[in-house]
């Protein structure tokens, strides 16, 4: 049974149309899917095989929807297997390069990475060399730099070193030169892991089929027909290839509309559809044909009328083909200007209230549209106080949700102990709910604790997290917030261990658990449980959907793919708009609407530089490294000149930028079918009021819309931006509150802070001359051998499974004091001999072997001046060594180099504990002598080795040394060279021993567990 459709004449005419090259304008909402699914349809009940029709689009979700439909309306046919071929552009090319790659020296079972690798494989990219034209300070700005020009150099079927600077070049070819050479380490990147990105698939298939016409004519032969929907969205790249098969006359189909391109942020080139005719002439080279869709079966007159006026704004005043309502009905256009982002959010939710109580409205049926990410917070605010079910289904949104929020926090405190930010978010939280006064013991603390304040010897401040692991819990008399605090550290502490033994998305179900997240939300009213359920279900998704490139899902990767999302500049990339079928109400941005509706549509913050946006620079080469210069672009004829006056080439790209904020406000408004609301605000926290948007006057000016409120004057700047206003509780120590005290240290500051040294001013400026100067360094290297650190050959010997968890698939660890004592100790001897130390060394970069913690009693420094070793300077101290031993590279730092006698070296490792029973500690000195005896130290060769231990937490010191002779030497060589082999193995089985007892990975070490169980 064929479905029932019932054509309009301008749908006919598109359906009956030779097969010949066809541009087919379609307007929002015409019926463009059910048209070309009828053009598809006719085409082979003329006799056409399904198998030769070829079907593509943009997007997953569309090439799904149109092959659903072809099923549908040809039912016998895929019955029988025989189906139309349909796929995305990226699919398509994936397609050739899986059948003809090899001939561009790409495998068949390439991996293809999203926006969200992208960004992390450029943020490694950006390696350690110099940069001297762009500010990697800002290094979250630089990635965006580099993924916008990487993927602009792409979208123009370029290599980043088809890239060329003038001789000579100005200030922003040397900054594009910087970002083009973090583009080649990306490139080199790729390359190593067997990785492709999107735009690389298109480039590569365009050469296959451009460097082997062969090839082209093979695939162009397999079809009689093909139909590209969404056409306005493709690239120039993409467009070539297509030239490349399906030129010179093929009946090719290409649907779309020129005022719904709004990716051109995304490579998007309004050239492809306009330049259509001539890119993809008839045969005899005459001009494709263009037929038009102008009858809108979604939306109501009213709102056609608006949509007609917004194109009029696009088109200087000339509404071309303009939109027509398939059928009289009733709609509603209102519009408001209000006083505050509050005022205009509050109505919002009082409106939709009242349409759901008064029609009956479902929430599900309306939506609000966003044309920035920062505009959400106000009116998510006004939902929530409203007890309105609402889903954010921005992902960069969605991390800023209250219950999200918290549950990302535990996630960050788990993974990066040092987070204070996060923890202090969960201690002021609902779950603790602890005061600024009950923090501010452990802030003490911590203040106590600064480098160069009490400590003198300290060099690395401590965490927040560190204050509550050494806090005390009180013996008697216990508060309310000592309970919290001794409730969270045992919480915290299970959850740790639980991270080194559960799956990512099993983790986030147990934090939730934990933090009793369900009980929370099936505690609150029926909408706001919805609501957050909804939230944390999409968080839950997230998590399940990401996986690495390499490795299991680890819990940093995740957070660092997350810090992707938060960022406002590539949030709205990254995310795909997929709304849930719970009854709630979507918020997003107007990018991810595209190709949704709602039967009402609410769009906020018309506000004059807000919607359409204001530029800073627009997309202009000559000032921003971050765009292509326009000769290197396939649509540079297309192009605003550059040429003239600054004002005037200003003034054309000024131009150019709105017309593409007036097409996305066209997207916006076409969004709804019966109610249209568009509304804006005098203040929404800015320093000056703002004036209405282009866009509320010309609704203003369509007849039939109705005014909901308009404030003719700004009046005073609001106090409170928010709509509901924070409530602080009692605090013991700001009896006014900690706002009061804030504002009162503004309006009166102090004198500047003590340690503030003008005279230091000249000495950083010069400095920064002289860096600035350095010459760059080379090219970048070839990936580097497997490395490990001495360290890490130590907890090879003593237990491979200990080194395995800490090296090779690292799990989280505990924080421990004690591994802080120990570099406090060391740094406490390196400044009695007036050694240096780099400040990156402080921290272990593993669990230390060869020692067990000494008496807290005891100070090992103490212990130190008192040994044989404290009045005598010795030749090296802090000095690196750098090994090669059976392929791999071994680091270590030997802590003090003595010398009794011209020519004997005496090798020492201080050790701030006691003396363990631990027979591979030794290798730590067997790698250090390795390398003295090699010539490693120093680039000196001593005639005679002694090396020990000097272990500091027994008083009197306790010393462990060896004679390193010629056999100790060739046994420890031989040891060294069995470990290291062993590094690069598959096999790392536990070794249960005493120091089990105090693993960081015990609860997921079955025999590990087993001898401490036997009490070892």
Known sequence: MTVAFAPTAEQQRIIDHPLEPLRVAAGAGTGKTATVVERLASAIGDGLDPEAALGITFTNKAAGELADRLRYRLPVLAAEGREVEVSTYHGFALRILTEFGALVGVERDLAVIGPGYVRQLLHESVGSEPYRHIDITALAHRIDDAATLGAQVAANLLDPGNIVAPDPPDDTWQQRMELIRILGNYQDTKRRLGIVDFGDLIRL????????????????????????????????????????????????????????????????????????????????????????????????????????????????????????????????????????????????????????????????????????????????????????????????????????????????????????????????????????????????????????????????????????????????????????????????????????????????????????????VAAMPAVAGLTARLNLYRFLDLAEGWSPLA????????????????????????????????????????????????????????????????????????????????????????????????????????ERHRQGELRAAYVAVTRAKRRLFMTGAVWDRPMRPYDPSELLELVRRVDGTKQIAWVAEP??????????????????????????????????????????????????HQLTLMLDNLPTGPPPAPPPPPATSVTGLVTLASCPQRFYWNEVDPLPRRPASWLRRGAETHRRIELHHQGVRAFADLEPDAPPTGEVPGDARIDPFAVFRRSRFADVKPRLTETPIDLTLAGVRVRGRIDAVFEPELGWWEIIDWKSGRRPDDPSAVVQLQAYATAAARGGVVGDTPQRISAGFVYLGSDPAEEVLYRADRAWLEEAEERLVALASRVTGDEFEATPSAACFSCDFLNVCGPGRAHVAKGG
């Open 551 to 654: 490795g299991r899902p680890s819990l940093e990767g995740f957070l660092g793919y997350l810090d992707v999302l938060a960022d406002e500049a590539t949030a709205a990339e990254l995310d795909t708009a997929t709304v849930g079928g719970e009854d709630a109400v979507s918020l997003l941005t107007v990018h991810r609407a595209k190709g949704l509706e709602w039967d009402t549509v609410f769009v906020p913050a018309l506000a004059k530089n807000v919607f359409p946006s204001k530029s800073f620079g627009f997309d202009d080469p000559r000032g921003r490294p971050r765009w292509l210069p326009y000769e290197f672009r396939l649509d540079a004829d297309s192009l605003p000149s550059l040429d003239g006056r600054d004002d005037d080439v200003r003034a054309r790209l000024q």
């Open 205 to 520: 298939a365009y050469r296959v089929v451009h460097d082997h016409p062969d090839i082209a004519a093979r695939i162009r032969a397999r079809y009689r027909i093909v139909v590209l929907d969404e056409y306005q969205d493709t690239d120039p790249g993409q467009r070539r290839l297509l030239q490349a098969i399906f030129g010179a006359g093929f009946p090719i189909t290409a649907v779309g509309d020129a005022d719904q391109t709004i990716y051109e942020w995304r490579g998007a080139s309004l050239d492809n559809f306009i330049g259509f005719v001539h890119h993809f002439p008839r045969a005899g080279n005459k001009l494709a044909k263009t037929l038009a869709l102008t009858t809108n079966r979604r939306s109501g007159p009213t709102i056609l009328d608006v949509a007609n006026g917004i194109r009029g704004l696009l088109h200087g005043g000339v509404t071309r083909d303009p939109l027509r309502p398939a059928a009289t009905v009733d709609d509603h256009v209102g519009y408001g200007w209000f006083r505050t982002a509050a005022d205009e959010a509050a109505w919002i939710a009082g409106e939709m209230w009242r349409l759901h109580v008064e029609h009956g409205l479902a929430w599900r049926d309306m939506a609000v549209l966003f044309r920035r990410h920062r505009s959400i917070a106000p009116v998510r605010t006004a939902l929530a106080a409203a007890d309105i079910p609402f889903e954010v289904v921005s992902l960069g949104g969605l991390i800023e949700v209250p219950e999200v929020a918290d549950v990302h926090a535990w996630l960050r405190i788990l993974a990066r102990p040092d987070d204070s930010v996060a923890l202090t978010r969960i201690l002021l939280g609902s779950r603790y709910r602890l005061g600024l006064g009950e923090v501010a013991p452990l802030a003490r603390w911590v203040r106590a604790h600064e480098p160069g304040r009490h400590d003198p010897d300290l060099e690395v401040p401590y965490p927040l997290m560190e204050a509550v692991d050494r806090w005390d819990e009180p013996d008697t008399d216990a508060t309310a917030a000592d309970h919290a605090l001794i409730e969270f550290r045992w919480t915290y502490r299970r959850l740790l261990a639980d991270a080194q033994q559960t799956t990512l998305v099993e983790l986030i179900r147990r934090i939730i658990d934990a933090i009793d997240g369900w009980t929370e």
């Open 715 to 764: 009046g005073d700047r609001p106090d409170a931006p928010s709509p509901v206003q924070p409530i602080d509780g009692p605090d013991p120590h700001f009896e006014r509150g900690w706002r009061d005290l804030l504002r009162q240290a503004v309006d009166h500051p102090g004198p500047p802070h003590p340690a503030w040294d003008p005279d230091v001013e000249p000495a950083r």
